[in-house]
């Protein structure tokens, strides 16, 4: 599995999206950049520059017409993902630290920073498809107690799951700003990502306390828990076979003081169902800062504190391996 | 035993508070305790009284226990007229009529009377006491616990103890299914824990001092009340225990007596020798530093500070410089009443036994041979002082006979490594060149069991940094550096080294190289405890954490059979594999040379501790990443119980053996995988029924938004597009002739 190496950003990646088909994978970097590539290839097709300070979050809508970015300059900004144009901005107080499309394409949750004075914010706006935007979100509230961090829609309509920084998950109804539901001691530490299964009825989180979960979308139960011995920044579920996908490694900040070997800065693949440590692909010598699975199962792609994006197609061996014998996993 | 040396002990279920409850018990004060009675008191009228109880107040006042006429009663016989031969004093503590009591008793009035004093309330208890003879109870016989039952182990496993937090466990190694943990204790230790030689003991230490555990339920077997007490270290044979604190002895005030108790004339000293069984102190000593050295240098112990004989009749202790004292057990008096005097001496190492002296004084005191026993043998060295060349002695003990001595020039270090059995005794000589810059090595080698002592000299180039000897064997293996590093270690430094493998030339008695392996990082050798497997591990390093294994005599089949070297002179080394284990502190064998246990301790560094085990190939079976790990011990083995005839009977019938646990094994694995096979399919369907529900829901969630897009989608569905491609696939213009 010999990787590409997407040298495009100057800094370290925040977060990396394959489009619906896979062909296309969207990075978005603390540079100010985001740039496109051809997954089969690794060929740059394209930047979308405007924004002022990293771009801290980006999502692609399943038609891979808009791309939506959430910038440390305070705004999210809506693109057209063909022309590279920014057909939208819109301005908050703080910085946006995630945000992402629902499944009919229509609405963008966003998440601010609480920072300032101003308290950390759940917004949501419909994307009118025509490209006049309001400004105005349809919904907008502010979570009380520890600030959320991740977001993303469930598959229920007008739910949302957070992942907050003290390692609560929760579900709250955008239409009336009330927490549904909360899992406050799904992790012990701060969410660091958090990734549904494609048809949104659960998903995975991976934290600082070095633990990634899979939980039910509906009751939020820890379904399965992969216990690693670094702090993880990414967990990605594998598509069409039974992995799931962690990176991480020590904090950025105290990387310079440790070694290579003990930084741990491998994407680990851990077997879903039997909570074992299946395989590990080196290559990053920084922390892995994000990972994305291609829908189409074929590929996967890690962003690292160093600056590089290397996309990885599986082999055929992949496939054709069960190391596990024959067993029938439901996706 | 006394409450404050048993803090430990709330751990235990049932807690014996008895002892406390008897000396914290309230004593009602009589008022009496002042009283005393002087019996033996000359019989007299009353017109004698005012003379006898003056002569009495001065006899006492001359003892320094001074009582005044009033506060003496005379009781008088109201038939006679007479006194009764006792008088009644009063003291004014009851310390004073404690002391009174001492001095008193038994003093001497006159020829014909002699004071006996008991206190009142004494007189008033043995007055009431019960007449009748009791027959004590016979406490009946506890059957004590085996302490060797773990060797009794049916599938033959190993132990080991971990230390990790603040939990000790001891765990079952054998085969991956037969690794459980035997048992575990939170706490159950304030330092670290410590094996006895032979595996029998546990110790445990604890600030009032050393516990020992053991047997199948790992119960207290014997405590050792030393406090703060920070290294032991056992004899040989398991019959004594040697401790050392750093602080030095104390003994407070109404400290507990007794055998098992310091007394005040063990006051100032750290190191104190126990026996084992009895739990008796037998003697204590002061410690001592190498001396030259100024008190500002921090002053390293040498420990063991006291160096047992291998037979545990002897322990000997060197006065740095001065003299070596060798003292006889069980009484811990000086052998002869007198130390052996050697000007200058620095270490002094026992020779072992080998198994073959060990068969030979088994039969000499079951009184079937007459051939005696070797003596036991030690060796130590001298530094050169003022004129005297260096000199390193072998000396028979007790018979104090010089057997070998050999001088050494330009020496500024040498240690002393005797090889297990006793058969050879290898001086590490580190010398230094007539400028003192460099240092370079010499290996100086005493073939003990050979006529006169022969000595082998090995002149190595480089500086020795570790030596082992193969256990069992004639062979060594030495770390040798020319690093210019070496001497003034930094961080991140990892030295280069050399490692060498020497073997005894048998026709000629001399020791040759069998192969020398550059360009290593290695700085430690763990030769297997059977012999022919040795690992060389990077140990201690940031950057290196290397493990090699390697066989020595790859071409034989271990039937026993060491035949001489017919083939190739050291063709029989072979590289196994090769290991890592990240920031590895330190690395045992198991006591059957099948495991090598590598571990990193929390006490060295905080970087990924736990250990792992590794099979002698250089396989790891297993690895655990633990927070603050701390300890990973083997459990040692004491020697077999197997005579010559048997381990060679068992080493011919070997295929026999092997296919009897191949067949185990098999069985075992076919077990283990239906086990793993099922639980798997477990997990499997638990996650596929689940899956199953959450698509369940997920459709009537679905169809309730499907039903208010249906037109459109439906529609959408329905679209079929026709698409009519015309290719042009090849052209060809053809000229048709007419």
Known sequence: MRPILLQGHERSLTQIKFNAEGDLLFSASKDSVINVWYTHNGERLGTYEDHNGAVWTIDVDSQSRFLVSGSADNTMRLWSVQTGKCLYSWEFPTAVKRVAFSDDDEQVVCITEQRMGHQGAIRVFKINREGDESEEPISFFNPIGSKAVVCAFSYVPNLIITGHESGKVALFDYKTGEEVLNNERAHMDVVTDLQLSP???????????????????RTLMVIKTFSTETPLNSAALAIGKPYVLLGGGQDAMSVTTTSLRQGKFETRFWHKIFEEEVGRVKGHFGPVNTIAVSPKGDCYASGGEDGFVRVHHFDESYFRAKPYGDIEVEQ | MAPN???????EDDIDYSDIEAKYQVEYDEGLDNVVVVDGVPVIDESKAEKLLARVAKEFSKKGAPVKVDNMIIPWDEKTGKSRGFIVVEFKSPEDAAYAIGVMHGHPFDSKHRFSLNRFTDIERYANLDETYVEPEPEPYVQKEHLRSWLADPQGRDQYATYRGDEVEIHWHGKPSQCEVAHNRLNWTDLYVSWSPLGTYLASLHRPGVRLWGGASWSGLQRFA?????????????????????????????????????????????IAVWDIKTGNLLRTFPSVYPEGEDASKKQQLQWPALKWSPDDKYVARVTPGQQISVYELPSMGLVDKKSIKIEGVIDVEWCPLGDKDKEEEAKFAAGKSNKKPRENMLAYWTPEVANQPARVTLLQFPSRTILRQKNLFNVSECKLYWQNQGDFLCVKVDRHTKTKKSIFCNLEIFMVREKDYPVEVVELKDTVTDFSWEPKGERFAIVSTSDPNFGNPGPGITLKTDVSFYAL???KGDFKLLRSLPNRTSNTIRWSPKGRHVVLATVGSTTKSELEFWDL????????KREAHKDEWGSGIQHLGTGDHYAVTDAEWDPSGRYLATSASAWRHTIENGYAIWDFRGQELEKHILDRFKQFLWRPRPRTLLTKEQQRHIRRNLKEYSRQFDEEDAAEESNISAELIAQRKRLVDEWNAWRLHCKEELGTERGVVKKLKEPQEEEEEKEEIEVWIDEVIEQIEEELLE
């Open chain 1, 199 to 217: 048809d949104r009825t659960y998903f995975i989180t991976s934290s600082k306390d070095k633990t990634a979960r899979i939980h039910d979308t």
């Open chain 2, 505 to 507: 030339e048998r026709g």
């Open chain 2, 5 to 11: 040396v048993i803090a430990h002990d709330d751990l």
């Open chain 2, 553 to 560: 005599d790859f071409h034989h089949d271990d039937t026993g």
């Open chain 2, 226 to 270: 030393h406090p703060l007490v920070r290294l032991l270290d056992f004899s040989p044979n398991e019959n004594y225990l040697v401790t050392w604190s750093h602080d030095p002895i104390v003994v407070p005030e109404g400290a507990q007596q007794g055998p098992q108790f310091f007394s005040p004339e063990d006051e100032g000293n750290n």
